[in-house]
């Protein structure tokens, strides 16, 4: 048997049944879970494609890879082939996966950050190999390691890493041969500062090798339900994902390829729903500094990063005290004891209320 780590959420159950107790109700800014409605053009995608009695292609059609190369053009500044674009059934399969499907295994090191997103350990773990959790690349010496995962904008701290980070991470690995993953599941949630992708010429000059970008329309496009999301990048990389996941069965159903090619086409709604997230933003955050924390990081992504200087399960444990459930930074690395990350993905009703309780 594989030896997982315990999954964290259980750890959180008595703060819950503590913030369920409160008279006005729970706030719950624990999970970062989309609770505002799909968009109408998924929607009827979805309907429109519910007729699908035949196999849907693991490649996708050719309208959602399509879709998907105009939106990196568009929004991102990056150019890939629709042919180098492979749907994935969110991005949480791939992140546990693939470096199981790119072959990593018993005696490699899997690079991930030092807080970080808790299935990029799991899948080096899943894989056979060991999860090694740095932000400083330098310290690995000349060991060779297959695959490097970054994230930027960061969950849980909502830090985004510059085109030059992001070029030296490249070189780096380029000169070892190691694939780098970037995942950019939060790319389009960029507040102060503009969320680079790993496949833009000012981070890799244009060319791609050795790089795959991991995408997902959940909460763009609310679509965390469905199960929405794409890999693309490095051509050879993606046709030997594509071969195995073809064998493996590791297709994206298609009323849900319909409805993610409809939205990777549409911006009206993603920047409808980045408005929700923005206001929200500007309600949490300095009620949150006036009650006594300090936000770090957070210039991106969905969540707010905080401490008040005392231990994370403290701070997660006075917030519940007020019915305002958050998650405690020890989740994503031991570098995150002293923090707690606070979503954004709560109803306009139960932001007002967690104002209301921080007064
Ligand atoms: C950093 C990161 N990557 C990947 C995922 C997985 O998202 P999904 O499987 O919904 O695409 C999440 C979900 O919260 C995440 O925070």
């Not at 990593?104 to 799991?122: F, H, K, Q």
């Not at 599941?185 to 680079?196: Q, T």
């Not at 300090?294 to 969540?303: C, D, I, P, W």
Request: proline share 8%; aromatic share 6%; net charge negative.
């Amino acid at each position: 048997m594989i030896a997982l780590p315990d999954f964290p959420w259980d750890r959180l159950a008595p703060y819950k049944e503590l913030a369920l107790a409160h008279p006005g109700g729970i706030v719950d800014l624990s999970v970062g879970t989309p609770v505002d409605p799909v968009p109408a053009v998924a929607r009827e995608a979805l309907a429109g494609a519910s007729d699908s009695p035949g196999y849907p292609l693991t490649h996708g059609t050719d309208a959602l890879r399509r879709a998907a190369a105009d939106w990196l053009a568009r929004r991102h500044g990056v150019t890939v082939a629709p042919g180098d674009v492979l749907p994935t059934i969110g991005s949480k399969e791939l992140v546990a996966w693939l470096p199981t499907l790119l072959g990593v295994g018993a005696g490699d090191r899997v690079v991930i950050p030092a807080l970080a997103y808790p299935t990029y350990d799991v899948g080096a773990r899943l894989a056979g190999a060991e999860p090694y959790a740095t932000d400083g690349l330098l310290g690995l010496g000349p060991e060779r390691v297959p695959l490097v995962w970054v994230n930027s904008p960061s969950n849980p701290t909502g830090r985004v890493l510059p085109a030059e980070h992001l070029r030296k991470v490249v070189a780096w690995a380029r000169e070892r041969g190691a694939v780098v993953a970037s995942d950019e599941c939060y790319i389009e949630l960029g507040w102060e500062e503009r969320p680079v992708s790993i496949l833009h010429p000012d981070v890799c000059d244009g060319f791609h090798e050795g790089l795959l970008a991991v995408h997902s329309l959940s909460k763009r496009s609310n679509l965390a339900g469905y199960r929405a999301g794409f890999v693309t990048g490095d051509p050879a990389l993606v046709k030997r994902l594509l071969e195995v996941r073809k064998h493996a069965g590791m297709m994206m159903p298609a009323p849900v390829q319909a409805a993610t090619a409809a939205v990777l086409a549409d911006d009206r709604h993603a920047d409808e729903q980045r408005e929700r997230y923005a206001a929200r933003r500007a309600l949490l955050r300095p009620a949150l500094e006036k009650a006594g924390w300090r936000v770090e990081h957070s210039t991106a992504g969905l969540y707010l990063w905080a401490t008040d200087d005392r231990g994370c399960w403290e701070q997660v444990r006075s917030l519940a005290e007020m019915g305002i459930l958050v998650a405690p930074g020890d989740f994503y690395g031991q570098a995150g004891s002293s923090h707690i990350r606070i979503a954004m993905t709560a109803s306009d009703e139960r932001v007002n209320a967690a104002l209301l309780r921080l007064q």
